[in-house]
C-alpha cells in the first residue's frame, strides 16, 4: 500500500473520512485568512481617505462614564 507524504511524516495512517473533514478546515481556513486579509485591506484604504479628508478615526475604545 502507497504512503501518503504525510504518513511518512508523523506516522498516522488517516481513512478518507478523516482527510475529507482535514482538507474542509483547512478550506475554512483559508477562506477565513483571506476574508480577513481583505478586510485589513480595505479598512487601510478607508483610513488612507479619511486622513487625506481631514477626519481621523481614534482606535482606542470609549470608557464608561462614572456616573454613580
Not at 511518512?8 to 476574508?35: K, M, N, P, V
Request: charged share 15%; hydrophobic share 40%; aromatic share 10%.
Amino acid at each position: 500500500m502507497k504512503t501518503s507524504t504525510f504518513q511518512e511524516e508523523h506516522g498516522i495512517q488517516l481513512t478518507a473520512w478523516i482527510w475529507q473533514g482535514y482538507l474542509e478546515f483547512s478550506h475554512d481556513l483559508y477562506l477565513f485568512s483571506h476574508a480577513h486579509q481583505q478586510m485589513q485591506m480595505k479598512t487601510t484604504s478607508v483610513l488612507a481617505d479619511l486622513a487625506a479628508a481631514g477626519l481621523n478615526i481614534h482606535a482606542e475604545k470609549p470608557r464608561p462614564s462614572n456616573t454613580t
